[in-house]
């Protein structure tokens, strides 16, 4: 129902910026409002969740590792969500994707919100994945 591409990863310094775009397109009539997430997998690493948004009100999450460092936004008009990447550090290189999935269908935890829900399960059949973008962090 979704095509999902990203891009704006690359190479950068420690302490450097990038910014990642997810652009959006449906291909469904349905109405319905989805939460977006950035996911990310280093080699040899399990994919992890990074931020997440609803595209409705704009609700955000973030991991602890990059809290204070990454802002995720949307552009309801251009279908667009952003991970802007701040203080960069070699830890973060990776490979980012981003995924949707109808906020009424993502899989719920209890007693959890449902952006950090969807951000805490990286291996779950979301509806629509991106293809990825290469971030890579090195002096």
């Known amino acids: 129902q979704l095509q999902l591409v990203e891009s704006g990863g690359g190479l950068v310094q420690p302490g450097g910026s990038l910014r990642l775009s997810c652009a959006v397109s449906r291909f469904t009539l349905d109405l319905r409002y989805y939460a977006i997430g950035w996911f990310r997998q280093a080699p040899g690493k399990e994919r992890e969740g990074v931020s997440c948004?609803?595209?409705?009100?704009?609700?955000?999450y973030y991991t602890d590792s990059v809290k204070g460092r990454f802002t995720i936004s949307r552009d309801n008009a251009q279908n667009t969500v952003y991970l802007q990447m701040n203080n960069l550090k070699p830890e973060d290189t990776a490979v980012y994707y981003c995924?949707?999935?109808?906020?009424?269908?993502?899989?719920?935890?209890?007693?959890?919100?449902?952006?950090?829900?969807?951000?805490?399960?990286?291996?779950?059949?979301?509806?629509?994945w991106g293809q990825g973008t290469q971030v890579t962090v090195s002096s």
């Open positions: 995924a949707a999935d109808p906020l009424a269908t993502v899989p719920g935890i209890r007693g959890i919100p449902i952006l950090q829900a969807m951000c805490m399960q990286a291996d779950v059949p979301y509806e629509s």
């Open positions: 948004i609803s595209s409705s009100d704009g609700s955000t």
